[in-house]
């Protein structure tokens, strides 16, 4: 390796600082230090190594007690040469130093049952084409500004930490049923394939990653600030936390078996994957931008998407026990046959959008502060999930010490190294589970049968299809659904509820008045006599109350008399003295047998007044005339003449004609209110 092309040489400093010395212990372990135009650390146990050497075989060899083995400023030509070392007779204690070298091939291997160990392996300034590491143990593996194009670590290998940072390049490493437990990357390039492994943290930033698992075992993945080409998962892999901050990722493919978290934080990826069916602790998206999002057969402890944009999002056949959607942009997002235990949204809709939910079922839908004016939701087939079955879902963890005190502590433990596989999965299991248990008991002590919550949103040109609404407790406030397209399943109507509002209030209401008057004008649009009547009727009813309530505020403020002569003509009094009347004549037109009764028997008190007044009434004399009661159908025809008792033309006065002019009236309302009662049951043209 020419000096020309050689990187900056590390200085004293920098070498003292990577090994973690004090200048005066590095002074100690160190043997000479020559001057020959480039600074050459040398131990006099292996002699100095200058330009070029051939083959090094360390086999069986008895490694001194010093600290350090250095290899400095080294460079091998040809490619088949290889640096051995193989089951050496070492100080667990030893320090291996690659610095300013050019290297084929380094193999280190142990091929005896004992435990054999490095301290450290530290490479600075160095590019080897590969290295092998076989059922070896390494507290340390640290590259500083150095490229290796594969290093592999294999055959029940461990390594505690594993570094690659400052402009380091590992366009290959591989972990093959070995185990690392941290892997740290920084302003660095590297792909990684891990089978059959176990890998405690992966923490990276400023760099260029590919990552590939297949029937591995990690603990955590933090990305930071990285470019990542992509991330493949296969069968058999548990990962129990994946966090990307402000990094770039192309694809995220998930073919394993349990994820606990993947946390994805002001970063942009291109797709999002999970194949098979499998269980999630938690899925929370912020400030991000992600072409598509496709999911199956996934369950959900919780998912969280806040303040994101999307192109499309699917999930299929999922379960989500809690799952929060807020402020996220999105042209396409369609939920097929998921279960959704609590489902908050809260978010805009864009022009030309989507949102549709099929085939699903809901405990608890809770729908805040959303608009959909210009873009479009579906409910096809919406189903209540009923409170035993949330119960149910509820699973028994059978070590009670993982049931009560189980939290992240045991997840760190060394098990990834110290456990059996199966052991490992078990107990993470288990931990999922606690975490769904956990967030079971929070829903059951805040509902208590199915829940649909409508606030301060606008749905828009919402469809509902075939879906049971009238099993939910609905809950309303401040909305607006006059849009809204209502077919098949069930409607809504003595299950409404005011939200957050003290029942039997002024606002309570005028919110159920609201609600009702909206659903009567959605009915009306659609040509439905029955149901526009029947929400008219309800409609009304509160209308009356609300008055009611109004007139008890106005009287509570009136102090004089002139006061109350005001409110005694005031426009309330009125409408509510309206009210009552169409509530006695035909129930807001519900009822038309109220409306018959009342066109029957009302006019009766002005017919007998009509007879005093023109000396036919019975009390008069001593005999009764039948035919008065064959008189009274026709004084029920408001066209009737008002001579229509024979021999009375004579005695009519002011009193009959009066009398006569106000049973028409009364007469008349109630044949009109028979009428609107029995609108109801007819059809618009």
Known sequence: ????????????????????????????????????????????????????????????????????????????????????????????????????????????????????????????????????????????????????????????????????HNSSKIPSLRILGASAKDISFGNSEVNIFCGGGRIGQIHAFASKLGLNFDQSILRDIDLRGCEVGSIFIQELVVIKSITFWNSTLKDFLYYGENIGDLKIINSKIGKITYSVSSRSNELEINDSNIEQIIIYGTTFNKISINKSNFQEILFSNCSFINSYFYFLKCNNINFENCNFYELKVSSNINKDSFLIFSKSFFFSLNISYFSSVLGFIFFKEMKPIHLIDLSLLKKNIPNPLLENNYNDSLVEKDFLFERKDNEFKSNYSEWICTKKNTLVD????????????????????????????????????????????????????????????????????????????????????????????????????????????????????SNSWTDKVNQFFSSNRFDLRAFKLNQFSNLHGENWGRALAFTLFVPIPFYCLYLWSVGRLFVFSNEIDWNLIGYYFSFLDPTHKIDFLEDAKGDLNGWSRFLDFASRIVVSYGIYQLIVAFRKLGKKA
């Open 442 to 557: 929070e829903l059951l002590k805040k509902y208590q049968q199915p829940t649909f919550v409508l606030c301060q949103s606008t749905l828009g040109k919402a469809e509902f299809t075939d879906c049971d609404l009238n099993s939910f407790d609905f809950q309303f406030s401040n909305s607006k659904i006059t849009e809204i397209f209502i077919s098949g399943g069930t409607i809504p109507s003595n299950n409404i509820q005011i939200f957050n509002i003290p029942k039997d209030t002024l606002e309570w209401h005028e919110q159920k008045v609201s609600i009702y008057n909206q659903l009567k004008k959605v009915f009306d649009s659609q040509g439905d006599v029955f149901w526009s009547s029947h929400f008219q009727s309800k409609t009304s009813k509160h209308q009356s109350r609300v008055l009611e309530l109004r007139v008890e505020k106005e009287s509570k403020n």
């Open 1 to 164: 390796m020419s000096n020309e092309n050689r990187k900056h040489k590390i200085s004293e400093e920098e070498f003292i600082s990577a090994l973690k010395l004090n200048e005066q212990e590095f002074n100690l372990r160190k043997k000479e230090f020559k001057e020959k135009g480039v600074e050459r650390i040398v131990d006099t146990n292996l002699g100095e190594y200058t330009k070029s050497i051939p083959n090094f075989n360390f086999y069986n060899y008895n490694w001194p007690n010093t600290s350090f083995i250095v290899f400095n400023d080294i460079e091998v030509f040809t490619e088949n040469d290889i640096i051995t070392i193989l089951n050496p007779d070492m100080n667990s204690n030893c320090n291996i130093i690659f610095i300013n070298c050019h290297l084929p091939k380094i193999s280190i291997s142990n091929t005896i049952r004992n435990e054999i160990r490095f301290n450290s392996i530290l490479v600075f300034n160095t590019k080897i084409k590969e290295i092998i590491i076989s059922n070896f143990n390494i507290v340390e593996f640290n590259l500083h500004g150095s490229e290796c194009d594969h290093l592999c670590i294999q055959e029940r290998s461990t390594i505690k930490n594993l570094s690659c």
